[in-house]
């Protein structure tokens, strides 16, 4: 019987390596399970600050439309309300009480208890790493953000997780040196962490961004691949976040830029919204996935699968989305809504893996909360 999506995924919690070993017939796993590879990661942004919070950027960062202002009904890029019952502090927003009769208040990712507890989720559903993302510091998000990476690093030391820096790289007009002096001046201080996370021996460090096709990401072929193995010279393993045509060259991607995909140790093709139901999940698994593994492992590479449980089409019920995994796992986000992003990598695991459990959001309009237990049993993603 052919494999496809869905079969695929019904077996996956008893064999993560059936769909590489389908994909690649007798191909050897390019890395071993480390602390990546076999190991399921979850994108964290932490990027969410409030008035008050005491964060240097000092403003309701990405919790409003115009920062200075705290979030309203018309002041609003919320997608979905967190569930805020296990942090000690949360601030005051200008919207009316929930249905509940509970004011709408929101948490900051700049306090310290915030972050342990998103870590601390992460332990008690079996999500492995974290991905941090650091998008270009060299602005008024700076400080605040240098500050997130070691608020990241004590959380994840504080309960067994791992973690690494991702730079995303969207928007980053200087990014071939400025990455570089990130790198050396402030980052790779936090791979002497125990909880920095490692594969192959190395240090990880990903970078999102390269070879899309878009006035975003605007660098030549040349720039990119100087990129990568200058990383690789600094004795990093390196991801990275590429679009989902990269193996074609069409589509989202760049013509040219196969020597800079291929100069990956691991490749993660973004799927977040690309994928809108059953139909369009298969011919993602079919057309994607599988020829991706095969070129991955006859070029003694590792490929990692971004998955989103669900997704909000314009406020309404949330609808389940999937994806074709691979062998690692990676969690990426719907949507802005709490604290990260929610995919799936896979690479060659050799041991079985539920996939992770996520936090119940409420769209702003669903109030009154509805009480599903202490953890959460919907398929909505908050981070």
């Not at 994909?23 to 480390?34: F, H, L, T, V, W």
């Not at 660098?219 to 004795?235: E, H, I, M, N, P």
């Not at 070129?295 to 669900?310: F, Q």
Request: proline share 7%; with cysteine; aromatic share 10%.
């Amino acid at each position: 019987m052919a494999i496809s999506r869905r079969t695929f995924l019904g077996s996956a919690a008893a064999a993560w390596g059936a769909l590489s070993l389908a994909g690649a017939p007798g191909a050897a796993a390019a890395s071993a399970p480390g602390d990546v590879v076999g190991k399921i990661t979850v994108g964290y942004q932490g990027w969410f600050a409030c008035a008050g919070d005491g964060a240097p950027i000092g403003a309701w960062w990405h919790w409003s439309q115009n920062w200075g202002q705290p979030p309203s009904p018309g002041n609003n890029v919320i997608k979905a309300w967190p569930d805020v019952r296990e942090y000690t502090r949360t601030y005051p927003t200008a919207y009316g009480n929930l249905g509940n009769g509970a004011p709408a208040t929101l948490f900051s990712s700049y306090d310290q208890q915030t972050v342990d507890t998103h870590f601390l989720w992460m332990q008690q559903n079996g999500c492995d790493t974290a991905a941090l993302q650091r998008f270009n510091p060299n602005s008024s998000e700076g400080a605040t953000r240098d500050a997130m990476a070691a608020k990241v690093r004590a959380a994840a030391e504080a309960h067994g997780r791992k973690f690494y820096v991702m730079y995303d790289a969207t928007g980053w007009a200087n990014m071939q040196s400025e990455l570089k002096t990130d790198w050396t001046a402030k980052m790779s201080a936090h791979t002497a962490s125990p909880a920095y996370a490692r594969q192959n021996g190395k240090p990880v460090v990903c970078v999102w961004g390269f070879g899309y096709d878009d006035a975003n990401h605007p660098w030549d072929a040349s720039t990119c691949l100087d990129v990568v193995r200058w990383f690789k010279a600094q004795g990093c393993y390196v991801i990275g976040g590429v679009p989902r045509e990269w193996r074609t060259s069409d589509g989202g991607s760049r013509p040219g830029f196969g020597d800079v995909y291929r100069a990956f140790d691991m490749l993660s093709p973004w799927m977040v919204g690309a994928i809108g139901d059953a139909a369009g999940s298969d011919w993602a698994y079919e057309n994607l996935t599988v020829p991706d593994l095969a070129d991955c492992a006859a070029h003694g590479m590792t490929t990692s699968r971004a998955c989103c449980p669900a997704t909000f089409r314009g406020g309404s019920a949330p609808t389940a989305t999937s994806c074709g995994a691979s062998s690692t796992t990676w969690c990426a986000p719907a949507r802005k809504a709490s604290t990260s992003r929610c995919s799936t990598s896979t690479a060659k695991a050799t041991r079985s893996r539920r996939p992770p459990k996520t936090r119940r959001c409420l769209p702003p309009a669903c109030s009154p909360w509805t009480k599903t237990g202490r953890r959460a049993r919907r398929t909505t993603t908050c981070g």
